[in-house]
């Protein structure tokens, strides 16, 4: 009879026999692919040791996920060394909703290429391949991965991996530990494959089922760096069922359709030419309508908020950005700077340092207090050539950005403020599903962030006190601050369920202090002030982007590029049409007629494509009795409405800020 050990499983404490391993504890329940034991996730095959605390970690949780991604990422390699044995391998990490390989190939996959894969990795997974663990020597892993040069590279970099490699997910093979290889067995026991991995994976290949798909490849270079080999990454997905899969194919389906940049080419609403450089946008015509439209309404809510109006220019010299601390901090994400005039000229990536010397160009006095300054601040970030992506990741941006100037104590109320006219705002626009981050100091690398960790505690309570008042979920994001302060951040649902990061709100204790900002309290002492720092959309151009895919390009009346499109049965009803909407216009409605050569049923189809909100018919009966015929965007009609009843609803569609 064998020893027996105390565990704590899923908290409750427990005796088992030595030898017991993490399968014995949960192996009877499908759903669990892994455990976890004192907080690392294990393989189920994972003996469990006296003391240790055990919890089963089950398919669908996050680190389940993970873990089935990944164990797919393993099944794709083989595939492709089963297919072509002179492949070598790279890495193979999970990522965001599935997974992907690197391979050294010849030349790069077809689309047929991946279709058979598909078939391979399914014959694969069928055969209920089970994943074995196995310890080996820096030595013995050499020689046996000899022809895995980059697996070999990997193992010289154990233990001394840079943030970059980890952040590239070369981590999943090679820990600081001792190294492991996970052998594939099938069922009669015979050696299918192995890889050098840190794992853990799921049990048994059978798990992924059907609920995979390989999705697409692409050239990266072997850890990141354009002064290695390029490999061909193949990517793909897994889910825990088929119907999962299913719908998570539907929303990338749903988001394509919806993407900004092809709803704003087939609107005409901006574009991204070549000749202006990545990551900057032009606004068409209609897309400036809608830019306008959007600014109007902000700029008039926030001087309604109490806020004032001001303005800065694009490019300052050096040294403001030293007194602020964005330099060297920030350096990465500014643009090099220009010289001229012997000093060094840096376009604006912040308003910030601007909007201090406003506060600072005279005495200040804590009756003016809270003092908020806002402006639409054009400035230029220098985001990777990879990360730029459409209006919702650009170079040059228009931040709706405001700065309040407050005494410590009007903290709390201003941040409430704050968050109140940033929901208040976005309901406006038709979102209205949020939830909140909170993010903080990463305590493990304070010198990351500047300030006392008094300053820091009670600026986080601050915010964190504002958000629980909220009655919104609050998500905490350890280590996402800003350098000189934490921050709120809204977090917004779009009509397909997909997140947004938008508002952000930071307490700053930091630039006032190197500005040396001051106000004179009440006692006559002068005092810092404490900054809010705080832009309600992001930037104009990503909360365009996000809108355009929320409505996927049918925007409500009030945001609509063209609100009213007249279409006239025949030519005849041109004059008597044109009368109607010249009235409209005559109201501030934009309006537009079709009098194109097209046939009607076309013009219909045209309109219907190009989003408007109120179509608008006339035919001879409409013309008889003074009246017009409303095609609404669902197909829906209504006929003969009388022409100063269809102008009544067209305003009052526009005014109350409705969706049609
Ligand atoms: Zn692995
Ligand atoms: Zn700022």
Redesign the pocket.
Known sequence: MSAQMTIHVAGDERSVAEGTTAADLFGADRAVVVARVNGVLVDLAHAVADGDRVEPVRIDEPDGLMVLR??C??VLAQAVQQVNPDAKLGI?PPIRDGFYYDFDVEKPFTPEDLKSLEKVMQRIINEGQTFHRREVSDADALVELKDEPYKCELVGLKGGMSHDDEDAGAS??VGAGTLTI?DNLRKDGSRAWG?L???P?IPDTKLLGNAFKVMRSAAAYWRGDQANNQLQRVYGTAWPTKADLTAYLDRLAEAEKRDHRKVGAELDLFSFPDELGSGLAVFHPKGGVLKREMEDYVRRRHIEEGFEYVGTPHISKEGLFHTSGHLPYYKDTMFPPMEFEGADYYLKAMNCPMHNLIFRSRGRSYRELPLRLFEFGSVYRFEKSGVVHGLTRVRGMTQDDSHSYITPEQAPAEIKHLLNFCLGLFRDFGLDDFYLELSTRDDKHKDKFVGSDEDWQIATKVLEDACVESGLELVPDPGGAAFYGPKVSVQARDAIGRTWQLSTIQYDFNQPKGFQLEYTAADGSRQQPVMIHSAKFGSIERFIGVLTEHYAGAFPPWLSPVQVLGIPVADDFNDYLWDVLAQMKSQGIRVELDDSDDRFPKKIRNASKSKVPFILIAGAEDMAAGAVSFRYRDGSQKNGVPVAEAIEEVIAAIRDKRQV
Do not use: L, N, P
Request: hydrophobic share 15%.
């Open positions: 990944h164990s990422a393993h193979g999943v093979e996970y890889d991995c840190r794992g994976h």
